[in-house]
């Protein structure tokens, strides 16, 4: 019962993140070993700054260019 209900917090944590924006770097992960393990990981860093620039709209320029 005990690791159900560990599964369940992470479960419900997950979600609370991906509610307010927050992107989920142990899914990324293990999803990047399963679907292309030759490939190499981001840094925990490198995904949250990635995922944010995306969700903001920053391109390589660091300028926004969404309009909204």
């Known amino acids: 019962m005990p690791s159900e209900l560990g599964r369940l917090g992470q479960r419900l ?7 307010i924006g927050v992107p989920d770097y142990r899914t990324y992960v293990k999803h990047r070993q399963e679907t292309h393990p030759d490939e190499p990981l981001m840094s ?25």
Do not use: I, K, P, W
């Not at 944590?13 to 509610?19: D, E, G």
């Not at 925990?44 to 926004?64: K, L, N, P, Y």
């Open 44 to 68: 925990e860093a490198e995904f949250f700054r990635e995922r944010q620039d995306a969700r903001f709209g920053v391109g390589t320029s660091g300028r926004v260019f969404r309009c909204c």
């Open 13 to 19: 944590s997950q979600t609370a993140r991906l509610m």
